[in-house]
């Protein structure tokens, strides 16, 4: 017996009906979608730019908290297991304790609040997917500044742009484009449901 899910966010209504199947179906493509984007990596130090946290807004903005979460979560463990799916084709669980464990912590985090915020329609409007996506980022760089102060035994201000100044203007580069994805996706949507 599959259990129905509400279509509160592009892809479930897309999808609709998101039934459990398509649902885990979901979650490992959309953890493969972080695993590829995880490869674009600039490097500018200890952490590297990538698009990690482009695909993990993306993905909780298209999936919803719990189902992005989700996604997130597989991603780390497939990561931890030794898939190469971490930045630059690394992986095990060592990541988790070098300068970039703190990032990779809060990605299931900013997935699910940059879901919550989608699932009451923030995602429907190019200015307030921008700001749930900003607050999904904010927690993302939060957990990355905290635990690279920790594993640095650095006062946090000493380590701030190293640990986030360095990726802000590439975030917001970020999120222009992952919030354009989502009233663009709305609008298409609901031309196909008109029939246009």
Same mark, same amino acid.
């Given at each position: ?13 897309? $999808?609709?009906?998101l ?10 493509v ?53 898939l ?13 304790? %070098? ?21 009451h ?30 594993? %640095?035994?650095? %006062?946090?201000?000493l380590?701030?742009?190293?640990a ?12 222009? $484009? ?6 663009t996706?709305w609008?298409? $949507? ?7």
């Amino acid at each position: 017996m599959s259990t129905e899910i509400k279509a509160d966010t592009l892809m479930g209504a897309a $999808l609709a009906p998101l039934d459990s199947t398509r649902s885990a179906g979901l979650v490992v493509v959309f953890s493969m979608f972080i695993a590829a984007c995880a490869q674009f990596t600039i490097p500018v130090g200890a952490v590297p730019i990538t698009g990690q946290s482009f695909a993990v807004l993306l993905t909780g903005a298209l999936l919803g908290s719990r189902l992005g979460a989700a996604a997130v979560i597989v991603y780390l463990v497939q990561g931890a297991l030794g898939l190469p799916f971490f930045a630059g084709g690394g992986s095990g669980i060592a990541r988790f304790f %070098t300068q970039s464990g703190g990032y990779l912590v809060a990605f299931p985090a900013a997935a699910f609040v940059t879901g919550a915020f989608s699932e009451h329609g923030w995602d429907k409007r190019y200015t307030t997917a921008v700001a749930a996506m900003a607050i999904g980022s904010a927690i993302i760089l939060l957990g990355g500044w905290a635990w690279y102060s920790i594993i %640095t035994n650095a %006062t946090p201000w000493l380590v701030f742009y190293d640990a986030v100044g360095k990726f802000l203007l590439g975030d917001v580069i970020k999120i222009a $484009l992952a919030a354009a994805v989502l009233p663009t996706g709305w609008a298409l $949507l609901k031309r196909k449901a008109s029939g246009e």
